[in-house]
């Protein structure tokens, strides 16, 4: 019972989110991120600018308080980039994830709503919110 209520939507979300992301990323092209530039490009960059409240990269500075909640997202990224990877492999790893812990994370919470009996439309809940 527990293999088939926490390991099968396991795998099932981490194939259909693998799916996902090589479509998307299958000629290496980035998305882009309009006025924000992109964080996935050069996340140690990004992360020394946001790692203080003062950004001294602007002119004289300015305080910038909603850049520190970045932060710890662009440490993060930034260990694949020290390690080598592409701009485009941060990225799709980052969807990646990001899409697999939306997928799963919709089909725990409904399974803890519905209960462990309504397995399929959890499953749903969670194959709906990821697309």
Same mark, same amino acid.
């Given at each position: 019972?527990?293999? &088939?209520?926490?390991?099968?939507?396991? *795998?099932?979300?981490?194939?259909? $989110?693998?799916?996902?992301?090589?479509?998307? %990323? &299958?000629?290496?092209?980035?998305?882009?991120?309009?006025?924000?530039?992109? /964080?996935?490009?050069?996340?140690? =960059?990004?992360f020394?600018?946001?790692? @203080?409240?003062?950004?001294? $990269?602007? =002119? /004289?500075?300015? /305080?910038?308080?909603?850049?520190?909640?970045? =932060?710890?997202?662009?440490?993060? *990224? @930034?260990?694949?980039?020290? !390690?080598? #990877? @592409?701009?485009?492999f941060?990225? =799709?790893? !980052?969807?990646?994830? *990001?899409?697999?812990?939306?997928?799963?994370?919709?089909? *725990?919470?409904? !399974? +803890?709503?519905?209960?462990? +009996?309504? %397995?399929?439309? #959890?499953?749903?809940?969670?194959?709906?919110? !990821?697309?």
């Amino acid at each position: 019972m527990v293999k &088939r209520i926490y390991i099968t939507p396991l *795998l099932l979300f981490l194939i259909l $989110s693998a799916i996902l992301i090589f479509c998307w %990323f &299958r000629f290496g092209f980035m998305y882009g991120g309009g006025d924000t530039g992109l /964080p996935t490009y050069n996340p140690q =960059a990004a992360f020394n600018i946001t790692k @203080s409240i003062w950004w001294d $990269s602007l =002119a /004289p500075g300015i /305080p910038v308080a909603q850049g520190l909640t970045s =932060a710890p997202v662009l440490f993060i *990224l @930034s260990i694949p980039q020290s !390690l080598g #990877a @592409s701009p485009v492999f941060i990225q =799709a790893l !980052l969807f990646f994830v *990001l899409l697999f812990m939306m997928g799963y994370g919709m089909y *725990l919470l409904a !399974l +803890s709503i519905f209960g462990k +009996s309504q %397995f399929l439309l #959890a499953i749903s809940a969670g194959v709906f919110y !990821l697309f």
